[in-house]
């Protein structure tokens, strides 16, 4: 009995452990970008709730009226029409991805996979802005 108890709290522990996703964020500034430290933002993210948590994570008020913008896109692998991805299926089912824009100049693009958390992945590319934006703790001062 005591033999059965054990492998099936095995089982459950390597289940629940198994269930993290541990997909990468890829993170890019656009070329001589690095240091760049826009003046205001405007976010182009039609969700509220996903819309204050960016804004929060970035530290720059909304200015609707500003030309740099900041485009949430999350993309479902199931939205794909593609006869060849369907039939091999994926590795993920879908990328959650950050870009501030000026026009068709990308200043900055973060994005991270996920299998079936878009949440986990929104949270990963949030943490990741946070690290590399250096212009957020200037403006925290």
Known sequence: MHYVRSLLFMAMAML????EEKFPV????GEGNETFTPPCLHYAIYNP????AVENALGIEDTPECEYRVELTKYHVSNCDNPVVKS??????GYIRLEIKKGFICYYKVQSDYK???????SRILEQC???LKWQKK???
């Open 16 to 19: 629940l452990l198994g269930c």
């Open 26 to 29: 890829y993170s890019s500034f």
């Open 49 to 52: 709730k996903d819309k204050a």
């Open 88 to 93: 091999i299926g994926s590795d993920f089912d």
């Open 116 to 122: 079936s958390d878009a949440d986990a992945a929104f």
């Open 130 to 132: 946070k690290k590399e």
């Open 139 to 141: 403006l925290d001062k």
